[in-house]
Protein backbone atom coordinates (compact mmCIF):
# COMPACT_ATOMS: atom_id res chain seq x y z
CA UNK A 1 0.00 0.00 0.00
CA UNK A 2 0.84 3.48 -0.92
CA UNK A 3 0.20 6.55 0.94
CA UNK A 4 -2.82 8.98 -0.12
CA UNK A 5 -2.80 9.97 -3.84
CA UNK A 6 -0.53 7.49 -4.98
CA UNK A 7 -2.83 4.90 -3.47
CA UNK A 8 -5.59 6.49 -5.08
CA UNK A 9 -4.28 6.84 -8.27
CA UNK A 10 -3.01 2.99 -8.43
CA UNK A 11 -6.64 2.10 -7.57
CA UNK A 12 -8.37 4.06 -9.87
CA UNK A 13 -6.06 2.85 -12.67
CA UNK A 14 -6.56 -0.18 -11.43
CA UNK A 15 -10.34 -0.48 -12.49
CA UNK A 16 -9.83 0.37 -15.80
CA UNK A 17 -10.41 -3.18 -17.89
CA UNK A 18 -7.28 -5.09 -18.58
CA UNK A 19 -5.02 -2.78 -16.10
CA UNK A 20 -4.33 -5.13 -12.99
CA UNK A 21 -2.64 -3.74 -9.43
CA UNK A 22 1.30 -4.22 -10.77
CA UNK A 23 0.68 -2.78 -14.06
CA UNK A 24 -1.30 0.63 -12.20
CA UNK A 25 1.50 0.91 -10.28
CA UNK A 26 4.29 1.44 -12.88
CA UNK A 27 1.67 3.76 -14.82
CA UNK A 28 0.99 5.41 -11.06
CA UNK A 29 5.01 5.99 -11.01
CA UNK A 30 5.71 6.95 -14.40
CA UNK A 31 2.81 9.65 -14.05
CA UNK A 32 5.29 10.63 -11.09
CA UNK A 33 8.33 10.78 -13.36
CA UNK A 34 7.05 12.60 -16.62
CA UNK A 35 7.27 16.25 -16.29
CA UNK A 36 4.43 17.63 -15.15
CA UNK A 37 3.32 19.75 -18.59
CA UNK A 38 3.20 15.67 -19.82
CA UNK A 39 0.92 14.65 -16.60
CA UNK A 40 -1.36 17.68 -17.09
CA UNK A 41 -1.67 17.13 -20.78
CA UNK A 42 -3.10 13.27 -19.85
CA UNK A 43 -5.46 14.70 -17.18
CA UNK A 44 -7.11 17.47 -19.47
CA UNK A 45 -7.69 14.78 -22.38
CA UNK A 46 -9.27 13.04 -20.02
CA UNK A 47 -11.45 15.45 -18.75
CA UNK A 48 -11.94 16.70 -22.43
CA UNK A 49 -12.61 13.28 -23.19
CA UNK A 50 -15.61 13.05 -20.82
CA UNK A 51 -17.05 16.30 -21.19
CA UNK A 52 -17.09 16.70 -25.34
CA UNK A 53 -17.87 13.14 -26.61
CA UNK A 54 -21.15 11.72 -27.28
CA UNK A 55 -22.92 9.15 -29.11
CA UNK A 56 -23.79 10.50 -32.92
CA UNK A 57 -27.39 11.28 -32.91
CA UNK A 58 -28.27 8.96 -35.96
CA UNK A 59 -25.85 6.10 -35.43
CA UNK A 60 -24.46 6.23 -31.86
CA UNK A 61 -20.78 6.00 -32.81
CA UNK A 62 -18.69 8.58 -30.21
CA UNK A 63 -18.47 12.10 -31.48
CA UNK A 64 -17.84 15.69 -30.49
CA UNK A 65 -20.50 17.15 -32.66
CA UNK A 66 -24.05 15.94 -33.07
CA UNK A 67 -23.27 13.62 -35.82
CA UNK A 68 -19.99 11.64 -36.64
CA UNK A 69 -18.06 12.44 -39.50
CA UNK A 70 -18.90 8.78 -40.80
CA UNK A 71 -23.02 10.05 -41.00
CA UNK A 72 -21.75 13.36 -42.60
CA UNK A 73 -19.48 11.76 -45.64
CA UNK A 74 -21.65 12.60 -48.47
CA UNK A 75 -19.45 9.70 -50.16
CA UNK A 76 -20.84 7.18 -48.32
CA UNK A 77 -23.46 5.00 -49.33
CA UNK A 78 -26.43 6.21 -47.09
CA UNK A 79 -28.70 2.37 -47.80
CA UNK A 80 -26.11 0.26 -46.39
CA UNK A 81 -25.74 -0.10 -42.97
CA UNK A 82 -23.43 -2.02 -40.87
CA UNK A 83 -24.75 -2.79 -37.62
CA UNK A 84 -22.29 -3.30 -34.83
CA UNK A 85 -22.08 -3.98 -31.49
CA UNK A 86 -20.06 -1.06 -29.83
CA UNK A 87 -18.10 2.30 -31.04
CA UNK A 88 -15.16 0.08 -30.82
CA UNK A 89 -16.12 -1.96 -33.46
CA UNK A 90 -15.97 0.59 -36.47
CA UNK A 91 -12.41 1.19 -36.50
CA UNK A 92 -12.40 -2.56 -36.90
CA UNK A 93 -14.29 -2.76 -40.36
CA UNK A 94 -13.03 0.86 -41.38
CA UNK A 95 -9.23 -0.29 -40.92
CA UNK A 96 -10.10 -3.17 -44.18
CA UNK A 97 -10.92 -0.02 -46.66
CA UNK A 98 -13.89 -2.41 -48.01
CA UNK A 99 -17.03 -0.64 -46.32
CA UNK A 100 -18.39 2.21 -48.01
CA UNK A 101 -21.63 2.72 -45.85
CA UNK A 102 -22.76 3.74 -42.49
CA UNK A 103 -23.13 2.58 -39.29
CA UNK A 104 -25.72 1.68 -36.42
CA UNK A 105 -23.92 0.83 -32.85
CA UNK A 106 -26.85 -1.18 -31.24
CA UNK A 107 -24.75 -0.64 -28.18
CA UNK A 108 -24.22 -4.86 -27.08
CA UNK A 109 -25.12 -7.91 -27.96
CA UNK A 110 -28.33 -10.07 -26.85
CA UNK A 111 -27.81 -12.03 -23.74
CA UNK A 112 -30.46 -13.13 -22.00
CA UNK A 113 -28.73 -14.54 -19.10
CA UNK A 114 -27.43 -11.21 -18.33
CA UNK A 115 -30.93 -9.83 -18.64
CA UNK A 116 -29.93 -7.78 -22.25
CA UNK A 117 -32.93 -8.19 -24.47
CA UNK A 118 -33.33 -6.36 -28.19
CA UNK A 119 -34.91 -3.66 -25.81
CA UNK A 120 -32.12 -2.64 -24.22
CA UNK A 121 -30.45 -2.26 -27.39
CA UNK A 122 -30.99 0.60 -30.12
CA UNK A 123 -33.12 -1.41 -32.69
CA UNK A 124 -35.98 0.66 -32.20
CA UNK A 125 -33.70 3.41 -33.44
CA UNK A 126 -32.90 1.14 -36.18
CA UNK A 127 -36.04 1.04 -37.60
CA UNK A 128 -36.74 4.84 -37.49
CA UNK A 129 -33.70 4.91 -39.46
CA UNK A 130 -34.73 2.11 -41.93
CA UNK A 131 -37.84 4.23 -42.87
CA UNK A 132 -36.58 7.44 -42.90
CA UNK A 133 -32.90 6.96 -44.60
CA UNK A 134 -35.04 4.01 -46.81
CA UNK A 135 -32.08 1.77 -46.17
CA UNK A 136 -31.91 -1.28 -48.36
CA UNK A 137 -29.27 -3.50 -46.50
CA UNK A 138 -27.93 -4.15 -42.91
CA UNK A 139 -24.70 -5.91 -42.30
CA UNK A 140 -24.54 -7.89 -39.08
CA UNK A 141 -21.00 -7.37 -37.88
CA UNK A 142 -21.75 -9.02 -34.25
CA UNK A 143 -19.18 -10.66 -32.73
CA UNK A 144 -19.13 -14.71 -34.23
CA UNK A 145 -19.95 -15.56 -30.31
CA UNK A 146 -23.85 -16.99 -28.95
CA UNK A 147 -25.04 -13.57 -28.23
CA UNK A 148 -23.44 -11.94 -31.57
CA UNK A 149 -25.76 -14.63 -33.57
CA UNK A 150 -28.49 -14.19 -31.42
CA UNK A 151 -28.44 -10.31 -31.81
CA UNK A 152 -27.87 -11.13 -35.61
CA UNK A 153 -30.65 -13.76 -36.32
CA UNK A 154 -33.03 -11.44 -34.44
CA UNK A 155 -32.00 -8.07 -36.70
CA UNK A 156 -32.32 -10.75 -39.71
CA UNK A 157 -36.10 -11.50 -38.16
CA UNK A 158 -37.46 -7.98 -37.62
CA UNK A 159 -35.86 -6.56 -40.51
CA UNK A 160 -36.20 -8.78 -43.65
CA UNK A 161 -39.89 -8.68 -43.55
CA UNK A 162 -39.46 -4.87 -43.87
CA UNK A 163 -38.29 -5.63 -47.40
CA UNK A 164 -34.61 -5.12 -46.08
CA UNK A 165 -31.92 -7.16 -47.37
CA UNK A 166 -29.70 -8.62 -43.69
CA UNK A 167 -26.09 -10.15 -44.56
CA UNK A 168 -23.87 -11.56 -42.08
CA UNK A 169 -20.21 -11.01 -42.20
CA UNK A 170 -18.53 -14.11 -43.12
CA UNK A 171 -16.66 -16.28 -40.54
CA UNK A 172 -13.97 -19.29 -41.16
CA UNK A 173 -10.64 -19.54 -41.71
CA UNK A 174 -8.01 -16.87 -41.03
CA UNK A 175 -5.52 -16.24 -44.00
CA UNK A 176 -2.46 -18.33 -44.17
CA UNK A 177 -3.79 -20.52 -41.68
CA UNK A 178 -3.91 -24.55 -41.85
CA UNK A 179 -6.68 -26.74 -41.68
CA UNK A 180 -5.25 -29.08 -39.06
CA UNK A 181 -5.22 -26.40 -36.57
CA UNK A 182 -8.77 -25.18 -37.47
CA UNK A 183 -11.31 -26.27 -34.56
CA UNK A 184 -14.63 -28.08 -35.28
CA UNK A 185 -16.87 -24.64 -35.42
CA UNK A 186 -14.17 -21.99 -37.14
CA UNK A 187 -13.82 -25.10 -40.41
CA UNK A 188 -18.17 -25.44 -40.14
CA UNK A 189 -18.27 -21.86 -40.56
CA UNK A 190 -16.28 -22.07 -43.44
CA UNK A 191 -17.93 -24.70 -44.93
CA UNK A 192 -21.23 -23.03 -44.81
CA UNK A 193 -20.12 -19.46 -45.78
CA UNK A 194 -18.20 -21.04 -48.74
CA UNK A 195 -18.40 -18.83 -52.44
CA UNK A 196 -18.87 -20.08 -55.93
CA UNK A 197 -15.01 -19.63 -57.79
Known amino acids: MFEGPVQRVVDELSRLPGVGRKTAQRL ?3 LLAVDEVDARRLAEAIVQLREQVRPCRRC ?4 GGDECAICLDPRRDPHVV ?7 DIPVVERTQEFRGRYHVLGGAISPINGVGPDQLRFAELKDR ?4 QITELIAATNPTMEGDATAMYLAR ?8 V ?7 PVGGDLDYADELT ?7 RMEL
Do not use: I, W
Request: positive net charge; proline residues 5%.
Open 167 to 173: TRLASGL
Open 82 to 88: CVVERPQ
Open 60 to 63: FNMT
Open 158 to 165: EFKPLGVR
Open 28 to 30: AFH
Open 187 to 193: LGRALAG
Open 130 to 133: VADE
